[in-house]
């Protein structure tokens, strides 16, 4: 999160965006792969600038304002980032 050890050196790995509030670090242990037989194909055909233009359209209090508020807790129940 911001203004945690490690946070500016990891946030400039990625391109500048607005209302960043994590980055999730984690350390696997193992992989699989499965045949993929029925795995259909995709194409990238674009990123999406929605996510950003929400962001950037309001202050830091009010994007604070609406994670504490529409982000407390994940859609499964279990508490946010703080």
Excluded at 14 to 24: D, L, M, Q, T, W
Excluded at 49 to 63: H, Q
């Amino acid at each position: 999160m911001p203004g945690e050890p490690g946070w500016d050196e990891l946030v400039a790995l990625f391109e500048p965006r607005g209302a960043v509030r994590s980055i999730i670090v984690a350390d696997i242990d193992r992989t699989s792969t499965s045949c993929g037989f029925a795995v259909p194909y995709m194409d990238f055909v674009s990123e999406r600038d929605t996510l950003a233009d929400w962001g950037e359209a309001r202050t830091d209090d009010e994007i604070a304002q609406y994670w504490a508020t529409k982000n407390a807790v994940s859609i499964d129940g279990l508490p946010a980032l703080s």
